[in-house]
């Protein structure tokens, strides 16, 4: 069974940086980051395959840095900055072991456990 655990989560004021990392029990291809508030669809943050091909929403573009352990690639990052208060939400971690790794949450198999990102303005 894969596991995944998230970890990095918190409170900041805006304009400030936080990094989520997740790590993951097995290699997967795909690692991607969604996030969620409440009452609204789960949405796609960034994804990155292996070490390359990141895709990022474009609320989150230019602000948000999706990475990968580079000895392993079995941990994967989620670097947050310039943060704003619209970014505040529940970020999950996904994975899956083949590509595309595109940000639609219905391909994804394997979550992480959500960790809670509030900024305040």
């Known amino acids: 069974q894969v596991q995944l655990v998230e970890s990095g989560g918190g409170s900041v004021q805006a304009g400030g940086s936080l990094r989520l990392s997740c790590a993951t029990s097995t290699n997967m291809r795909c690692v991607a980051w969604f996030r969620q508030v409440p009452g609204k669809e789960r949405e796609g943050v960034a994804s990155l395959e292996y070490y390359q091909y990141p895709r990022y929403a474009a609320s989150v573009k230019g602000r948000f840095t999706a990475s990968r352990d580079t000895t392993t690639a079995n941990t994967g990052y989620l670097e947050m900055d310039s943060l704003k208060p619209e970014d505040t939400a529940t970020y999950y971690c996904?994975?899956?072991?083949?590509?595309?790794?595109?940000?639609?949450?219905?391909?994804?198999?394997?979550w992480g456990q959500g960790t809670q990102v509030t900024v305040s303005s």
């Open positions: 996904a994975a899956r072991p083949q590509g595309p790794c595109v940000l639609s949450a219905g391909l994804y198999d394997y």
